[in-house]
Every structure is written in C-alpha cells, then in structure tokens.
C-alpha cells in the first residue's frame, strides 16, 4: 500500500468507532482519519478530532453543533451538524473506506449515499444489509463498491472464503456465545434486569448490542446479514452455541471439509483486516493459547426460551419487508427495556406482535423502507402502552 487509506468512521465515538482508531493510530503510516461523527458524544468527538486531526466532523444531534464548532475553529476542521450531513459527508472525493459504525436503522442511508459515491465500506453496521440487503448488494454490484464485514462472525467466514471464492458454500456455521443467560429457562428470564443482561461474558460492547445478544436477537440479525453478505440461503446457515467465543465462525465446502477461524474475542482484528485486506498487518494484540482453552464447546441454540432467533429466521424466509419489521421493533423494544418499560421476555412477544401487524411488502423499494421502519415504530409504541 504506497498511500495512506484515508478512513471515515460513523459513529467514532461508540466501541467499534474507539477501537478502529486504536488500529489506524497503530498503523499512522498506513491509515489516515479523513471524518469522524458522532450522535450525542461531543465531548469525546472533540478530542478525537483534536487527536487524528480529520478533515471534517458530523455531529449527529445538532444541540451540540456550537460547542464542537467552537472548540474546533483554531484546528482548521470542518464541522457539520444533523442527520443529512452524515448521509452526504461520506460522499467528500477525499474519502477511500468508509467504516460504518452506527447503530441500528441509523446506519441505513449513510450506507447508501456511501456506496452511490463508489467508496469501499468495512461494514459494522447489520442493520444495514438486515433492513434492505437485496437492495444494499444489489447496488454495491452495480457501483463495483466492496463491502468488508467487521462483525467477528461475518469477518470469520471472509476470512474462511479467502482463496476459496471460486468454491460453492455448503453451510456456514456462525458461533454465539450465549450471553448471560445461556441455559437458563423463561421463568429465570423472566424476573432478569437490564443491569445483568448488560452483563456480557465475553464481550465488551455498547448497551444495544450488549442487549441483543442477551436475547439472541444479535445473532438473529447476523443470520439476515450473512444471507446477504455471502448469497446464501436460509438453510445453508446455521447457528451453534461456543461459550468460549474462540471459535468466530465456521464454512464447510461441498467435499465436507470445515475451515474456522480463531481467536481470542477483540474486535480490533477483524476491524483492522476490514481495513487492511487484502494484506494482513501487524498486531501487538494478544495472542490465543490453545493451553490456555484446553476444552472448546459447542451446544444447540434454545429457540423456544430465545425466541428472537427464530423470529429472525422467520423473517429472513418471509422476505420483502418484514425484516425491516423485525429490525424496528426490536431497537423499540431495547430502549424500552433499557428504561424498565418491558420486561425481557416481553420484548420478543412485542416485536412477533408488530411483525403480525404490519403490512407485508413483497418487493420494497427504499421509500417502502423508510415507511415500514416509521410505521413499525409507532406500532410498537403504542404495544408497549398498551401493556402498560
């Protein structure tokens, strides 16, 4: 690589954002922060901004635009504010990565104008390829613009495909770890708070998340994600239980054989070979010790007492807009949670009841997307009051 790789990031300020500026700072020679954004953390995007020195920065909430403007004026960087400047700063011709970051249905339209513009994107956000995958990879075909998953499990099976793209995919096997509550039963689950469900094993990540791989539905999603990421079908994707999160995920091929990826859970890795592939770069991250793991696991996912999961694969087979559906509720139902409005169990019955309740749309355009999100919203809302 003779030039530097010039980075946005969307959504610097969250965990994946904070740990692919570890990897770029690691790597100043190779990678250079071109935007950063943030959505509430202006503080933190400050001194981001002051640290890599970017070309320009978007804060999402536009209350906070003064105080980044201001402390930003004698740094010579350009400062943007509200959620359309996130969807056109990505289109600046300095840009060559996009590495998008945000939460949830956020990341949608960000995505979009990213790729209409031709710009390489290391993908973070499944919400993205979850809400309108046969749109999102139809169009990136058609602009000839890469897509580099960051997600552990997706960048795993990349990395398992690596030489082998010329080989047809039997199944893929993506890992869970579990969460919180693995082999725990509904009438435990029933009385759970958000304080031990944001008590993930293995795995350091923002309360959303955090929240979803407590009820399986982070891996639910990564089920619709892979289908699009890879061309595969619904049974050509499997999910296995590993509670030791060493084994990221599994391909095996036509002749039987597997190939895996390992490692020890850091989300830096599979950032930083986003970024860098097709090279491997070097890394002082710790190293895996089969010593150390001498018993790795494997269980069947429990779809009765994680509903989520199965939701998941319901709407993957449905199609049209019903994952959008199941995306929508599902950021409802987490907020509401996270503010002891529903309980754990509660949330999936909300979001099975939104999923009957909005119209189906068979072959949805974008603006059928923007109105399925907005309506699914409002239905859960008024779920949720309802139960209240």
């Not at 350009?78 to 969807?87: E, F, I, R, W």
């Not at 590495?99 to 919400?127: D, H, R």
């Not at 000839?144 to 960051?150: L, S």
């Amino acid at each position: 690589m003779s030039e530097k790789k010039r980075v946005a990031i969307l959504g610097s300020t969250g965990s994946i954002g904070t740990q692919a500026l570890e990897v770029i700072e690691s790597h100043s020679d190779k990678f250079e922060v071109e935007v950063l954004t943030a959505q509430n953390n202006a503080k933190l995007l400050i001194e981001q901004a002051i640290k890599f020195q970017p070309n320009a920065v978007v804060i999402a909430n536009e209350q906070f635009y003064d105080e980044v403007r201001d402390a930003l004026f004698s740094h010579d960087i350009k400062v943007y504010a509200g959620t359309n400047a996130l969807a056109q700063v990505v289109e600046m011709e300095s840009i060559d990565v996009v590495l998008t970051a945000l939460v949830g249905y956020s990341g949608l339209m960000p995505t979009i104008k990213a790729i209409e513009a031709g710009k390489s994107i290391a993908l973070a956000n499944k919400e993205t390829l979850v809400v309108a995958g046969e749109m999102i990879t139809k169009m990136a075909r058609e602009k000839g613009v890469n897509i580099y998953p960051v997600d552990s499990e997706h960048s795993a099976i990349f990395q398992c495909l690596v030489g082998e793209f010329h080989n047809p995919i039997e199944k893929i096997i993506l890992t869970a770890s579990g969460g919180p509550f693995r082999g725990r039963d509904r009438d435990y689950l029933h009385h759970v708070t958000k304080e031990q469900a944001l008590k993930h094993p293995n795995w350091d990540m923002g309360a959303k998340i955090t929240i979803d791989s407590a009820s399986m539905m982070n891996k639910g999603l990564e089920v619709i994600e892979a289908k699009w990421l890879f061309g595969l079908k619904a049974e050509q994707i499997e999910v296995v239980v590993h509670p030791q999160s060493i084994v990221h995920s599994l391909v095996q091929f036509r002749d039987g054989s597997i190939k895996a990826q390992l490692g020890l859970p850091d989300m830096r890795i599979p950032i930083q070979f986003a970024l860098s592939y097709p090279d491997r770069f070097d890394s002082t991250f710790p190293r895996f010790d089969f010593l150390q793991y001498p018993n790795l696991t494997f269980e069947q996912p429990d779809l009765k007492t994680f509903k989520n999961l199965q939701l998941a694969y319901d709407a993957m087979e449905k199609g049209g807009n019903a994952p959008c559906v199941l995306n929508a509720a599902n950021e409802v139902v987490v907020a509401a949670f996270l503010k002891n409005e529903v309980g754990f169990l509660e949330m999936s019955d909300l979001i099975e009841e939104t999923m009957h309740a909005v119209d189906f749309v068979k072959h949805p355009t974008l603006d059928d997307f923007v109105a399925t999100d907005k309506t699914s919203r409002i239905k859960t809302e008024e779920l949720i009051k309802s139960k209240v």
